[in-house]
């Protein structure tokens, strides 16, 4: 009874968080809006009460922005705690295993090619889910040819893959023909919310929610997955299958993450690793606080990069890192102690 009242507690406190989240996001930036319009906008959004140019900012710039941070938020936070089950890796996130970066230099090489669409399908998110795809098949080969499938050599092959997706993709820039190009690449690099809308997040929702979903609903197979393959299979559970699939899913969600906020780090890392002294390891309380904290975590973090600059953002990625950081370090060193 008492463990369960302590989950209300927490519960209730993540979701008034998350209330007050759109009334101090929404009321910052160039252009500052009233604390009763936003009010009133959550309310009513026709209400004519609210300022015409404050409508459409809220309207066109601050709602989706934020509904961008929570859907980004959410997943990160999601794939990085999966990913650490699936590799029994606290280290292990789409930043620091390269999934990100393959993304970005996969949709970087579609946008320098001016190609707009491929195989049917819309090219910068397909270069993104293929430089994903590319760079975990490549972190996972390179960890069973050479670390004899050590989840700390994972970790070693994704700062690898890593390194070499951003060189790429500087090379890329010292090549590009103009500074519209170089600028547009940029963004990829820092990670922003600024090229919010609504298209563009019901696009990431129909990929990253019924991934998100599916997750919850196999948190017992990602409990068995922190046990390993042979305890696994005492239980009577074959994990190679599921595994690959979870792979193909965070990759497919990352790509989507990636393609319409840029590069984001830490999220993945950092959040689960939160949750995880609120509510211990076990996958059936820990996803559902992942989600929670995850688009709670990036959403202040845009608050915050609008009022680290008086006339402008300061890009997200900027921010999240340097709030991320000292969470790696910490699980770094003590990793190494143990």
Request: with cysteine; glycine share 8%; proline share 4%.
């Amino acid at each position: 009874m008492k463990e369960q009242n302590e989950n209300i507690i927490l519960y209730a406190t993540l979701a008034a968080m998350l209330l007050l989240l759109p009334l101090a996001a929404m009321t910052r930036g160039i252009v500052n809006v009233d604390f009763h319009e936003v009010v009133l906008f959550l309310v009513d959004p026709t209400n004519p009460q609210i300022a015409p140019i404050h409508a459409d900012v809220l309207a066109y710039m601050r709602a989706p922005r934020f509904v961008l941070a929570l859907l980004a938020g959410g997943t990160l936070a999601v794939t990085g705690a999966v990913m650490q089950a699936l590799f029994r890796n606290p280290l292990a996130d789409p930043y620091f295993l390269g999934i990100s970066s393959g993304a970005a230099l996969g949709a970087v090489l579609m946008m320098s090619a001016n190609i707009t669409v491929l195989a049917g399908f819309s090219a910068v998110p397909l270069g993104a889910f293929i430089g994903a795809g590319l760079s975990t098949f490549l972190v996972l080969w390179l960890t069973h040819r050479y670390g004899e499938g050590k989840s700390f050599m994972t970790l070693i092959a994704g700062l690898g893959i890593h390194a070499v997706c951003s060189a790429a993709i500087s090379l890329i820039i010292s090549l590009a023909p103009n500074s519209r190009t170089v600028a547009n690449i940029s963004y990829w690099l820092l990670g922003s919310l600024e090229r919010s809308g609504w298209e563009k997040n019901l696009y990431l929702a129909s990929i990253a929610l019924p991934i998100i979903l599916f997750f919850l609903l196999r948190t017992r197979i990602l409990n068995l997955m922190l046990l390993g393959d042979i305890e696994a299979s005492t239980l009577g559970y074959r994990l190679e299958k599921s595994r690959s699939r979870y792979i193909f899913l965070c990759a497919m969600a990352v790509a989507m993450v990636v393609y319409n906020a840029g590069i984001i780090g830490f999220v993945g890392l950092a959040v689960p690793h939160i949750a995880r002294l609120l509510v211990g390891s076990s996958y059936e309380r820990l996803l559902p606080v992942c989600v929670a904290l995850g688009a709670g975590f990036l959403a202040w973090a845009d608050v915050f990069s609008h009022l680290a600059l008086e006339n402008g953002d300061m890009p997200i990625g900027i921010i999240v890192s340097l709030l991320g950081s000292p969470i790696f370090l910490h699980l770094l060193l003590k990793r190494k102690r143990v």
